[in-house]
């Protein structure tokens, strides 16, 4: 993964769309801002977003994009799951405790998996 400790932080691990276009990939977007997430607002820390990039035919996690505070905390679920292969629908599908940050990673996966996500805006 690779994090840029900014405020927000930004953090990212996987391929980018830029990529993605470049190497002719056909992919899923699904994103998420903080805006909608619980704890963001609890925290008044509501800036950015969490993108998540799949591949168009096999969901295939490509890559994760996270602008928020604390992202290069964030990031860490994302890289197991793109270590080990996993689709967004599979990320979609885990349990993450509420209200907490990480939701937002599970309403990306479910807005690229799925097209909405439980709490989007």
Not at 27 to 43: L, P
Request: proline residues 3%.
């Amino acid at each position: 993964p690779s994090v840029v400790y900014t405020h927000p932080e930004v953090a990212w691990v996987g391929k980018t769309e830029e990529q993605l276009k470049a190497e002719g990939i056909e992919y899923k977007k699904g994103k998420f801002v903080f805006g909608a997430n619980s704890r963001a607002k609890c925290n008044a820390e509501e800036a950015g977003f969490v993108k998540v990039l799949s591949d168009k035919k096999t969901d295939k996690l490509l890559g994760v994009h996270i602008i928020n505070a604390v992202a290069g905390e964030l990031i860490g679920e994302a890289c197991v799951a793109i270590e080990y292969g996993a689709a967004s629908e599979d990320l979609a599908r885990v349990c993450h405790a509420h209200p907490t940050l990480s939701e937002a990673l599970k309403g990306a996966a479910q807005m690229t998996a799925f097209g909405k996500a439980v709490n989007s805006p």
